[in-house]
């Protein structure tokens, strides 16, 4: 499968120069890896924290996706 970096890169929504920006497959990796989700997870007010442990996605989803 080809990465579409670029066009990833357009509807991404982390909000630092991450290296990994548009390279969604090595962005969830390393993530994973750290016990983490990635940024573009998060709403932005989520995302904006730098906070991506699982324990504040979980606050962000059920306050954004599950009211």
Do not use: W
């Not at 573009?40 to 954004?64: L, W």
């Amino acid at each position: 499968m080809e990465c579409k970096a670029e066009q990833n890169r357009l509807a991404c929504t982390c909000s630092y120069g991450c290296p990994k920006s548009g390279i969604c497959c090595e962005c969830v990796a390393h993530h994973r890896e750290n016990g983490e989700i990635p940024g573009c997870f998060f709403p932005e007010e989520g995302e904006r924290t730098y906070d991506r442990s699982i324990k504040n996605f979980i606050k962000y989803a059920q306050k954004y996706f599950l009211d």
